[in-house]
């Protein structure tokens, strides 16, 4: 899974990174310790007549599918398994329709350790993961719109009473990450983009099983794993020393 992850870069950057046409949100603010229920910078297409633009804008972190009776499902829906993405109620229409990316500029994983003399439960040690070339990374993501009540309005959402919210998809974990993790996020690489965030409305079923073919785990030699402070364990934590090593990187 992913649960934490890093969003240091500019919404500026990103736009030029990921060719965007329209920034609707250019704060910029780094975040070394992004947590479910932020708004995240995501990439997506938007289709109007025959125009597709590239949008750069904030969702929440913790999908919540139009059908929900509140909004706190989100967070049981941060990450979206790619093997049922395609089948389950919660993803499938999003899947469908509403793919996006989410930049981050690395996540973290947590390592367990044997335990320390006297103790009985094992350690965990958080890693972090990024690209070598410090390049963004390219998160698969889903994304989907829930009225919000009028009761609640305000309290959540946008100002015009719709919450846009986004989930990561997941896959099997590579020979690089498997002994820290079972799961990854599906990272993209820059040639499958366009057709990951194509808008068309209606694919069919080649369309959607191409698609499906994209959510599988990344290479090992582009990624850089190391060890990193306990303090990220901490969600009021957001500084860039949560990534400074803290020893050497696993090969």
């Given at each position: ?69 509140d909004p706190s499902i989100g967070d ?44 009985s439960r094992p350690r965990k040690e ?19 719109v829930w009225k919000v009540p009028d ?101």
């Amino acid at each position: 899974m992913c649960g934490r992850f890093v969003a240091a870069s500019s919404p500026t950057l990103l736009a030029d990174r990921f060719h965007v046409d329209e920034i609707n949100d250019d704060a910029s603010t780094p975040d070394y310790n992004v947590a479910p229920r932020t708004n995240v910078l995501v990439v997506h297409d938007r289709a109007r007549e025959d125009t597709t633009t590239r949008v750069l804008s904030r969702l929440r972190w913790g999908l919540v599918p139009s059908w929900a009776k509140d909004p706190s499902i989100g967070d049981r829906m941060i990450n979206a398994r790619a093997e049922t993405v395609t089948t389950k109620s919660a993803y499938k229409r999003s899947f469908a329709k509403r793919r996006c990316i989410i930049p981050a500029d690395g996540f973290y994983e947590w390592r367990r350790l044997e335990p320390e003399p006297g103790a009985s439960r094992p350690r965990k040690e958080p890693m972090v993961i990024h690209r070598r070339d410090g390049e963004p990374l390219a998160f698969a993501g889903l994304w989907a719109v829930w009225k919000v009540p009028d009761e609640l309005v305000g309290t959540v959402g946008d100002e015009d009473g719709w919450l846009r919210s986004c989930a990561i998809v997941t896959t099997k974990a590579n020979q690089l990450l498997d002994p820290i993790h079972d799961r990854m996020p599906v990272l993209l690489p820059e040639a499958t983009w366009d057709r990951w965030l194509d808008p068309t409305p209606e694919p069919d079923a080649e369309d959607l099983l191409a698609l499906a073919g994209l959510l599988v785990p990344a290479p090992d030699d582009g990624l850089e794993v190391y060890p990193v402070s306990p303090r990220v364990n901490r969600v009021v934590d957001h500084g860039p020393e949560l990534v400074t090593p803290a020893g050497p990187a696993v090969s």
